[in-house]
């Protein structure tokens, strides 16, 4: 059986993951698994950059095939902010309610009228002396002052998906892990990795 290492320590993400993965005769770790941390600094200026950096870091540190991802949320009218800074975006120490609360803080300061936003997910594989691959994903919505929901995390409360009038936090887990930029980028992944089994 082989082993896929996911570089995360969310075991949100790992669970995700693993059912993404159910069908394959694949050993699915996480660095919740190791005894020792890897120091990874994410400061590319992509997504993708990130993610790779991330799956390199970990793929040359442990000689295993590696899965990484980077995501994030943009608002068009904070110029595409906050983008890669997601999780740092109003300074180190904010839970999940004070940074949204933040960004809602900046766009009332701004002239635009625009919320349109979107979240972003790239997902990278490393193989241990391969190229890297990415996958990319996309979830277009709008963002309300009006925050609602108690499921999920981050930014959901105040992301409504376009076309509906429930914010992310207001999904249930199946439902958000069918349609998420982070669902996408891994569908694409797993597409990938089933045609190289066969």
Same mark, same amino acid.
């Given at each position: !059986?082989?082993?896929?290492? *996911? +570089?995360?320590?969310?075991?949100?993400? *790992? @669970?995700? /993951?693993? @059912?993404?993965? $159910?069908?394959?005769?694949?050993?699915?770790?996480?660095?919740?698994?190791?005894?020792? +941390?890897?120091?990874?600094?994410?400061? $590319?200026?992509?997504?993708?950059?990130?993610? /790779?950096?991330?799956?390199?870091?970990?793929?040359? %540190?442990?000689?295993? &095939?590696?899965?990484?991802?980077?995501? #994030?949320?943009?608002?068009? $009218?904070?110029?595409?902010? &906050?983008?890669?800074?997601?999780?740092?975006?109003? =300074?180190?120490?904010?839970?999940?309610?004070?940074?949204?609360?933040?960004?809602?803080?900046?766009?009332?300061?701004?002239?635009?009228?625009?919320? #349109? +936003?979107?979240?972003?997910?790239?997902?990278?594989?490393?193989?241990?002396?391969?190229?890297?691959? *990415?996958?990319?994903?996309?979830?277009? #919505?709008?963002?309300?002052?009006? %925050?609602?929901?108690?499921? =999920?995390?981050?930014?959901? &409360?105040?992301? /409504? &998906?376009?076309?509906?009038?429930?914010?992310?936090?207001?999904?249930? !887990?199946?439902?958000?892990?069918? /349609?998420?930029?982070?669902? @996408?980028?891994?569908? +694409?992944?797993?597409?990938?990795?089933? $045609?190289?089994?066969?």
């Amino acid at each position: !059986m082989k082993t896929l290492l *996911v +570089a995360t320590k969310n075991r949100g993400k *790992v @669970k995700e /993951i693993c @059912k993404k993965l $159910a069908g394959f005769d694949l050993e699915v770790r996480s660095l919740l698994d190791l005894d020792n +941390a890897l120091a990874i600094v994410e400061d $590319a200026d992509t997504f993708a950059g990130n993610a /790779i950096k991330k799956a390199r870091t970990v793929s040359d %540190a442990l000689e295993v &095939p590696v899965l990484a991802d980077d995501s #994030g949320l943009e608002v068009d $009218a904070l110029g595409g902010r &906050p983008g890669i800074y997601s999780a740092r975006f109003g =300074g180190d120490g904010l839970d999940d309610e004070a940074r949204y609360l933040y960004l809602l803080e900046q766009l009332k300061k701004t002239e635009r009228g625009d919320l #349109g +936003a979107r979240f972003r997910c790239a997902v990278a594989y490393v193989e241990p002396g391969a190229r890297p691959v *990415v996958f990319d994903g996309t979830l277009e #919505g709008t963002i309300t002052f009006d %925050a609602r929901g108690d499921r =999920g995390f981050g930014y959901d &409360p105040i992301f /409504i &998906p376009r076309g509906d009038v429930r914010t992310l936090a207001e999904y249930d !887990m199946e439902e958000k892990n069918r /349609i998420s930029h982070r669902a @996408k980028a891994l569908a +694409a992944f797993v597409d990938f990795f089933k $045609a190289r089994q066969s």
